[in-house]
């Protein structure tokens, strides 16, 4: 079972692919989220698929997908967390998982374009990205797994000048519209040899593969990172947490490697799928900052 | 004109202070934050307050005060900024500000014990706290100015255990229910002698003062910390800044002091208000952890 959430015209739906991605099936909530807040949300779309006899369904091609959680309470990240990029970086495992948080406003759709503003060093992180589907506080890793709703693909984009201006990573992890999410969620119980096995995440620049990792080397897996993280604060359906990326950004290279204006950024799980994000670097236009009226503008979602 | 939200029942209400603190009026909103939704607020709390005669207040000593901003969408804070307390340590001034974030589950009421688990090194950080009032975006200093709604008093409660396990504080600042925000929030327009000449901050222990601060040494003030936060992402009204902490944190004192059990946590800002908080530190019984049922536990708000 795939779950994606669509733009429809200015309201989002939520929808199963079907006819093996061929095509949508719209479902009676706004978005993945809002699905998963209804405990039986297996059982809906279950009743919906089965309903449905080739009506209502539409054309992958004519559909525009919105970030997946694009209302998610919460959204924490890991860092550090592939043990084969940590050891050949000659650093110990960690004991605690590094976490730091997004908003919602940080996430934007698998084909949107990244618009970005004020920064000149805008890396990758591809990511394999966990969706809550029940409330955890202070769960166990057996609960922490069975609250799992499933997973999704994520790209942790990183203004690493803005990231590095102080010890706090916050400001450049947080751009607004940044971190492509989608294109669906692989329900838990589907994933097939998925979730199982694990998930092989790749990152690519114009085609040129620069990150490669198999989720099996992650120090916190996601159970775990779902239960830490349930010790401090709640965590609820439709919440997402990313799980940390592979070796392979740019800021590692020699010398550092960064996107560039018009750049295209994909990243892709094998079972889940494949988000392809055209990057636009816009130049300051003659002043220090960009400024934009106070009232008139917002972002995307 | 100053401003609180209520605990009424299950539910919520925001109300004017009135009758020079004695009582409280309701207004036509579930909190703050909705009432800032609404550009014409200001107006409406005018209206109220003109149209009351005594009726419908409620005695000051019958409220329960909720967090000003239950459902804040940001709540972001710096880090580092009393320009005094960076100076008598022997660093420099930053150049940038260090910001970290918080959820809206991160807050808890003025009079609200905070109950903590896990955590044996549970700090104070008395705080100014801004209240955004406009949505603002790549906003100038001026702009981000003219959109404070008003000053709150807020206690940004650490465990330094958490806090120090990783180089990024998130997990340390983040615990449920952890930091009191209130007991009002004072207008821009009518803080009188307090927004123009600054605020006095001071925090005390069992009535012992441990901190005392004037944002005058702010090294970034209000407006621009909202103006430079504004330029990755959008602050809404009712969103919370919080500007730092002024010295004489427990982790500063030689040895490091800490809450204990049973400690009354206090916050005081001239012409705002006084949060008092009794700290819980919850002993595990007898596990490793303190687990609860996945589906029966949740936060207080």
């Known amino acids: 079972m795939k779950l994606a959430t669509l733009r429809t015209g200015g309201n989002r739906t939520t929808a199963a692919l079907a006819m093996e991605g061929g095509a949508y099936l719209p479902l009676p909530a706004a978005d993945v989220g809002a699905l998963l807040s209804d405990p039986q949300w297996r059982t809906t779309v279950a009743a919906a698929a089965g309903a449905a006899s080739g009506t209502g369904l539409v054309h992958a091609a004519a559909v525009e997908l919105a970030p997946l959680l694009p209302r998610a309470g919460k959204v924490i990240c890991c860092g550090l967390n592939y043990s084969d990029h940590i050891l050949e970086m000659g650093r110990e495992l960690p004991e605690f998982p590094t976490l730091f948080a997004k908003y919602a406003d940080t996430l934007t759709g698998a084909a949107d374009t990244i618009d970005v503003y004020g920064s000149g060093s805008v890396d990758w992180e591809a990511e394999l990205g966990v969706v809550v589907g029940m409330q955890l506080f202070r769960a166990d890793e057996s609960q922490a797994q069975q609250a799992i709703a499933g997973y999704t693909v994520a790209n942790d984009v990183s203004m690493r000048d803005w990231q590095n201006r102080t010890l706090q990573w916050f400001?450049?992890?947080?751009?607004?519209?940044?971190?492509?999410?989608?294109?669906?969620?692989?329900?838990?119980?589907?994933a097939g040899s998925g979730s199982g096995d694990g998930f092989l995440v790749r990152g690519y620049v114009n085609s040129e593969l620069v990150q490669s990792g198999h989720t099996d080397k992650l120090v916190f897996s996601p159970a775990r990172l779902l239960s830490y993280i349930s010790q401090f604060t709640v965590l609820r359906p439709g919440d997402l947490v990313l799980t940390g990326t592979p070796g392979g950004v740019g800021m590692g290279m020699k010398p550092p490697r960064f996107l560039k204006d018009g750049d295209v950024l994909s990243t892709e799980i094998d079972g889940i799928g494949r988000l392809e994000n055209t990057i636009r670097i816009h130049q300051n236009d003659g002043g220090a900052d960009v400024r934009t009226p106070v009232t008139a503008t917002s972002t995307k979602e």
């Open 171 to 190: 400001q450049g992890k947080a751009f607004d519209a940044s971190t492509p999410v989608g294109p669906v969620m692989v329900a838990e119980d589907s």
